[in-house]
């Protein structure tokens, strides 16, 4: 016969292997079910590989806002990553055709490529204003969309910055990227869009309105030359009045050395910024400073 104690003992038992689990449940994160929250204020850290990692060896990291190779990885993988708060986020080049991905068929994408990056191999520059690769960039985020990541970091929008006409060349990236978030938001309202590098897209408020953040390649340091200080300065200011309106910024610095991390981090931190420190080819997730 069940007595008000017994009741009492398995209300307390319950109650004490509930708290139990929760405390196993890391928190990567601020809040990030709160859609009106914005992204750069709840993110506290990140980090990104670009290699295929283990999913066992991923979990393990800290990283509020992981970002991945979507190829290798199942639906089933990303659900299991996005465990505990995180965001995980596919890596999308727009401004480039990589002949390791699955739409790279050269007789058809022949037309678009310029040539190949002669710093990284197997990537193509493409002519990003044609109408063909808006379509084939689209149709392959869909899949990648489809495994359930959060969303997006859209790399190589700096390529309108090497163009002849760089007005025009910047509001022709302007608009690939609107069109393909555009469409892609359309079956996912939530899906998370960072640019990597190129702040002055920004300067559109429709682009402003549309994407959540900003990662900035080498602020402090490089895997080429150190960065010029006027160089510097200009996107510091740049990305503060970024944060301030509440975009995510993250910083890639390319440093290993644990002296330049601890200076790095205190700095970006005071900033706003959240930074990740790597190596140039970022074959290796690091762990969170």
């Known amino acids: 016969m069940w007595t008000q104690s017994n009741r009492l003992g398995v209300f307390l038992i319950f109650f004490v292997s509930c708290f139990q689990m929760v405390l196993t449940l890391p928190l990567y994160s601020q809040n990030l079910n709160a859609n009106k929250v914005p992204l750069g204020e709840k993110i506290l850290t990140w980090g990104c590989v670009y290699s295929r990692v283990p999913v066992k060896e991923l979990k393990k990291s800290l990283a509020g806002l992981l970002v991945i190779q979507p190829d290798p990885y199942t639906a089933s993988d990303v659900a299991e990553l996005k465990r505990g708060n995180r965001q995980v986020l596919a890596y999308l080049s727009v401004g480039e055709a990589e002949s390791y991905r699955p739409y790279f068929k050269k007789n058809i994408i022949s037309d678009l490529l310029i040539k190949e990056n002669p710093e990284w191999k197997d990537n193509f520059p493409v002519k990003f204003w044609d109408p063909a690769w808006e379509i084939i960039v689209s149709e392959y985020a869909e899949t990648i969309a489809a495994k359930g990541f959060n969303g997006f970091v859209l790399d190589v929008v700096d390529a309108w910055e090497v163009q002849q006409n760089k007005g025009i060349a910047k509001a022709q990236m302007t608009e690939l990227i609107l069109s393909i978030v555009r469409h892609l938001r359309k079956d996912n309202p939530d899906l998370v869009f960072i640019v990597l590098n190129s702040h002055a897209l920004f300067d559109d408020s429709r682009f402003s309105d549309e994407i959540d ?21 200009e996107k510091i200011t740049a990305l503060k009045k970024l944060r301030e309106t509440g975009k995510f910024v993250g910083l890639l610095e390319y440093t290993r050395r644990v002296v330049q991390i601890a200076k790095t981090k205190r700095i970006a931190r005071n900033l706003g910024f959240v930074p990740y420190f790597t190596e140039k080819k970022l074959q290796k997730l690091f762990p969170i400073p």
Do not use: C, N, R
Not at 213 to 233: D, F, H, N, R, T
């Open 213 to 233: 953040g900003i990662i900035q390649e080498s602020l402090y340091y490089s895997w080429k030359e150190a960065p010029p200080v006027s160089w510097q300065k």
